[in-house]
């Protein structure tokens, strides 16, 4: 595809409650595999889908948490985390199972009108 | 100017549907283009034909049959979501086809603009 | 930016989150998100609080079929179908805050 956009995908919903993460994560990959300018925004509840330690044996459901480490395998680099939303949950940057660019929510702000296509699930 | 639309729910259960297929109407009567629709999560049980309303309601499926037919729009519901939520060609609607989540990245990256209905 | 919320505020932080991050622009309620629009909710207050860095416009359809027409805030825009398409339009991107 020769026209390339910034895409950001925007997530604001939890793992496992529903499947929105599993399969935005699927989009995600399709997308950079098109050679897009992907970047990935965690945000309200959203920034749950990155704690560390998810043990998924218990619900019968497939742990698809360390797919986002292996993201930068797929030249996806571009993490970003709210900060206010991370604070709002008792996490800190610790928590995370993957290295993340911590913003404020005017830092967040002024990347999205960067984008060309904000997609959110 | 050309639109792409992303319809992330099914028919009945949420409004996003109907939103997404009111937004599709006025852009088509406006003069724009509605390039693609690109169905997704359950969004893909919109393109099942077995779907049988009461009479007296919409019928969804339908509607979006349609649209394809009068307007050229391409329906695309995504495999993947659709193979998970037991959707084929068998009983795939008129007006829809199944293809991968590329045609949702081209749409990104062909339409003017992409928005999306969802919950 | 055209700024779509579907979720009403007193059930989803989806509207505040946008109004705390984005730096302006247009924001459309459609479905559930049109009653952070009407008079008397907790949310009125907010919502007219933002009104000055953003433009607040209501989908109508979704306000009337919830029977909420009558009690719009003033200085919400009232829109019809025809007038988000002229919102989508007139920003170069759409975000919706699902």
């Known amino acids: ?121 | 100017m050309k639109f792409g639309i992303v319809v992330n729910e099914g028919p009945y259960q949420h409004q996003a549907s109907d939103s997404a297929y009111l937004f599709a109407k006025a852009a088509i009567e406006a003069g724009h283009e509605v390039w693609r629709i690109f169905f997704y999560h359950d969004g893909v049980n919109n393109a099942s034909k077995l779907t049988e309303p009461p009479q007296d309601d919409r019928n969804i499926v339908n509607r979006w049959t349609k649209l394809a037919e009068e307007h050229k729009v391409d329906l695309v519901v995504c495999v993947a979501a659709a193979l998970r939520r037991g959707i084929r060609e068998e009983n795939l609607a008129t007006g829809f086809r199944i293809s991968g989540l590329g045609q949702l990245v081209e749409a990104g990256t062909k339409c003017d603009r992409l928005v999306t209905f969802g919950d | ?98």
């Not at chain 1, 910034?6 to 496992?16: D, G, I, L, Q, S």
């Not at chain 1, 698809?64 to 991370?86: C, H, M, N, Q």
């Not at chain 3, 433009?55 to 719009?72: S, Y």
Request: aromatic residues 8%; hydrophobic residues 45%.
């Open chain 1, 1 to 121: 595809m020769s026209d390339v956009k910034k895409f950001m995908f925007v997530n604001r919903k939890a793992p496992y409650g529903t499947i929105y993460a599993l399969e935005s994560l699927e989009v995600v990959l399709i997308t950079a595999a098109f050679d897009q300018d992907v970047s990935l925004m965690f945000t309200d509840d959203g920034v749950f889908q990155l704690k560390k330690g998810q043990q998924t044996k218990g619900i019968e459901t497939k742990n698809f948490s360390p797919t986002y480490r292996a993201l930068e395998g797929y030249d996806i680099e571009k993490l970003y985390v709210d900060r206010e939303s991370l604070q709002e949950r008792g996490l800190t940057e610790d928590d995370l199972l993957v290295d993340v660019t911590v913003l404020s929510r005017a830092e967040v702000g002024a990347l999205m009108d960067e984008q060309d296509v904000i997609l959110s699930f």
């Open chain 3, 1 to 98: 930016m055209l700024h779509i919320i579907n979720r009403s505020p007193l059930a989803d932080k989806a509207l505040e989150n946008c109004l705390n991050t984005a730096t302006g622009g247009d924001i459309l309620l459609i479905e559930d998100a049109v009653y952070a629009a009407t008079t008397g909710n907790a949310f009125e207050a907010r919502l007219r609080a933002a009104m000055g860095k953003f433009k607040i416009n209501v989908l109508r359809p979704d306000l009337e079929a919830r029977g909420m027409a009558d009690r719009l805030v003033d200085g919400a825009n009232p829109v019809d179908y025809a007038g988000f398409v002229a919102l989508a339009v007139a920003n170069k991107t759409c975000q919706s805050w699902l």
